[in-house]
Structure formats: structure tokens, C-alpha cells
């Protein structure tokens, strides 16, 4: 199994341009969750997924930020325009779909963000 | 919004010598889960616990819920250096979400 993939690694940009980060579930997993982590605030929940309907996107910081689930194997973040207070690493989970709470989420690699 | 704390922060120990992390909430929790993160990495998931007063353990780690269900710690016995990295956990605070800890930086020295 190839695990969740994430795509770019690495993003350094400028800011003011639009970002988009992308990310390949595992196979089967129902849920699909994005994360970001710092220093200052720990790991944060931005939004989640049930069967490609976004379910919880309390956590999304602005209205510069948006998801999309177009399908059950892949799924976008984008944020328009950057700033550099957005950089940061985030990070892609899935899980089986048995509950969003108690069944194990697998993390992709991340994306390492920089705004400059 | 909910929030659940981890202490200490950081540690620093000689390899050989035990850990121990403690994750608080102000709130009943349904479930905890803890995770790992290697320098550099990603969270990669341990155990979970359910049950009020719950052990579990993998060979060096010891998990604890406490009886409450408002605590828990994860306690390494004779750390190793692959014992590197950041300890969270992940708890259930009643949202149909997860609220990761702040989570404790464990650095080991041989």
C-alpha cells in the first residue's frame, strides 16, 4: 500500500500568489482530514471529509482557505492569495471510515510551506 | 474551543532512563489516542485508549486512561535513542473530531 500521498513537498512562494496543495488517500479510507502544524500553535485540524462531503470546516482559518473533495482519491487545499503568516507544514491524514474519532488516522508525508 | 494539554514540553534524558507524558483535558473524554512524530516526519499512531483506568502496553510504552477519563500518560521504560521524537495525543473531546495535544518533545542522549 502506498500510504497517503502528498504533493508538493516542498512549496516556497511568494506572497499574494495562490497555493494548492494535493493529496492521494488511502485506497478505501472514507475519511480524509487536513491538518497544519507550527511551532506557536501545535497540530490543527482545518477540515474533514466523509465520502467527499466536507463535514467539519471549523478550523479553517480564513475565508482564504478552501477544500475540495472531487472524488473518493483525491482532494485539494488552496489558499488565495498566500501570506507568510500561512507558512507551515501540512499535512494530509485518512482513515477507514468507521467513526472520525476512533479510527486510526494515517498521515501523509506533508507539505512544507513557505511564504516568503 | 477545546483544548487538551500535554506536559512537559520538552525533556531531555540519558538513554537508559525512563519518560513519562501526561495529557490533561478540563473535559470527560470518550477516547484517547496517542501518536508519534519523528524529527522531520509525520504522526504515525500508537494505541488507543477507551476504557476508564485502561493499561495497555507495547513492549517499552506503557499507556494509561486514567479512571476519570480526563487524563492519561504514556510512560517509556529505559528510553533508546529511536525513542527520539514528539509524543501527542489525540483525544476526543465530544466534537465527532480529534483535538491533538500540544504534545511533548523527548530528545535522547546515549
Known amino acids: 500500500d502506498a500510504g497517503v500521498i502528498q504533493s508538493p513537498r516542498h512549496e516556497v512562494t511568494e506572497m499574494g500568489q495562490e497555493v494548492t496543495l494535493r493529496c492521494k488517500p488511502i485506497s478505501g479510507h472514507d475519511y480524509l482530514f487536513w491538518y497544519r502544524q507550527t511551532m506557536m500553535r501545535g497540530l490543527e485540524l482545518l477540515i474533514y471529509?466523509?465520502?467527499?462531503?466536507?463535514?467539519?470546516d471549523s478550523g479553517m482559518p480564513e475565508d482564504r482557505f478552501s477544500a475540495k473533495m472531487p472524488n473518493a482519491s483525491f482532494s485539494t487545499l488552496k489558499i488565495q492569495p498566500s501570506e507568510p503568516r500561512d507558512s507551515a507544514v501540512y499535512f494530509c491524514?485518512?482513515?477507514?471510515?468507521?467513526?472520525?474519532?476512533?479510527?486510526?488516522?494515517?498521515f501523509g508525508p506533508g507539505t512544507r510551506l513557505t511564504v516568503l | 474551543g477545546q483544548q487538551v494539554m500535554q506536559i512537559p514540553q520538552y525533556q531531555h534524558v540519558q538513554e537508559g532512563e525512563d519518560f513519562t507524558t501526561y495529557c490533561n483535558s478540563s473535559?470527560?473524554?470518550?477516547?484517547i489516542q496517542w501518536y508519534k512524530q519523528r524529527p522531520g516526519g509525520h504522526p504515525v499512531f500508537l494505541i488507543q485508549l477507551v476504557k476508564s483506568g485502561e493499561v495497555k502496553k507495547q513492549k517499552r510504552l506503557t499507556f494509561q486512561f486514567g479512571e476519570a477519563k480526563k487524563n492519561s500518560s504514556l510512560h517509556i521504560t529505559a528510553t533508546q535513542t529511536t525513542d527520539v521524537g514528539t509524543y501527542f495525543c489525540?483525544?476526543?473531546?465530544?466534537?465527532?473530531?480529534?483535538?491533538f495535544g500540544t504534545g511533548t518533545r523527548l530528545l535522547v542522549s546515549p
Open positions: 471529509f466523509n465520502n467527499n462531503v466536507p463535514i467539519d
Open positions: 489525540a483525544a476526543n473531546t465530544g466534537f465527532q473530531k480529534l483535538v
Open positions: 473535559t470527560t473524554l470518550s477516547n
Open positions: 491524514a485518512s482513515s477507514l471510515g468507521g467513526s472520525p474519532t476512533t479510527d486510526t488516522q494515517y
